[in-house]
């Protein structure tokens, strides 16, 4: 079975998913356009909200432990005009993955996600912020109408890092127990189970995912999983089997 990717990797994604991000801003006509699947932002507020949080997390794994208080942002907003900007962006990066490098993997460190299948480790924060400028990065060519399909690799492992740090809760499901199985046309597949007990995840062999029967199924590219999860796609845009309405009620859940 295909393992995570290890830290070094996870910060070589980190650069360059950031530096893609950085590309469709250069490339977009206007700051002031509007990100669509992003309502009320444009251009320049999804940028100020991706430096925002590189700068935010650089320090978190350097200044925090599990259980301290949500920290604070330094209210720092990046500037307006294109080309500071893009040196604002490339600057933000740099000062997170300078924090990783600087502080390893094992550290743990203040996280906002329940630790039971990510933990609060800095190696977790990597791996999160790898499919945040991913997704932004899409959001970012949407608005130019230019959206692409995510890398295969990073989107694989970001529809199972959405799945463990999102998708596994202990909060109730409010509804009858279900079964949702996420297959992506690469090889690899997850099922989401959800109950009294919370949200929780697996990761399904091959032979699982051909005889398993969940309450619903979602087959896609590697793209379409993170896309549908991150509620950038409808779910009508990918084949679905079984209860074709059980993805919504997990995001509105969510």
Not at 98 to 118: Q, Y
Not at 159 to 167: C, R
Not at 214 to 228: I, M, N, R, V
Not at 230 to 244: K, Q
């Amino acid at each position: 079975m295909t393992e995570n990717p290890d830290f070094p990797t996870l910060l070589r994604m980190i650069d360059e998913r950031s530096a893609a991000f950085r590309a469709a801003i250069t490339a977009a006509p206007r700051l002031d356009a509007d990100v669509p699947s992003c309502p009320g932002w444009t251009l320049y507020d999804l940028a100020n909200h991706l430096s925002e949080g590189d700068r935010f997390w650089a320090h978190i794994v350097r200044n925090t432990a599990p259980g301290d208080e949500r920290p604070t942002k330094d209210g720092l907003a990046a500037p307006t005009e294109r080309g500071e900007l893009m040196a604002w962006l490339a600057d933000s990066t740099e000062q997170l993955l300078a924090a990783l490098r600087e502080v390893g993997p094992d550290r743990s460190c203040w996280a906002w996600w329940e630790p039971l299948a990510s933990p609060h480790t800095v190696a977790a924060v990597a791996r999160r912020r790898v499919p945040e400028s991913m997704i932004h990065t899409y959001d970012a060519q949407l608005a130019s109408g230019d959206p692409r399909e995510l890398p295969t690799t990073e989107a694989l492992d970001a529809a199972e890092e959405f799945l463990a740090t999102v998708g596994t809760v202990t909060v109730p499901w409010p509804g009858e127990p279900a079964t949702m199985d996420y297959h992506a046309t690469e090889g690899r597949s997850w099922r989401q189970t959800v109950d009294a007990a919370g949200s929780r995840f697996t990761r399904l062999t091959p032979a699982e995912a051909t005889l398993s029967k969940p309450t619903a199924a979602l087959h896609g590219t590697a793209s379409e999983p993170a896309l549908l999860m991150y509620m950038r796609i409808p779910a009508d845009a990918v084949r679905t089997e079984g209860d074709a309405g059980l993805l919504q009620r997990l995001q509105n859940w969510g």
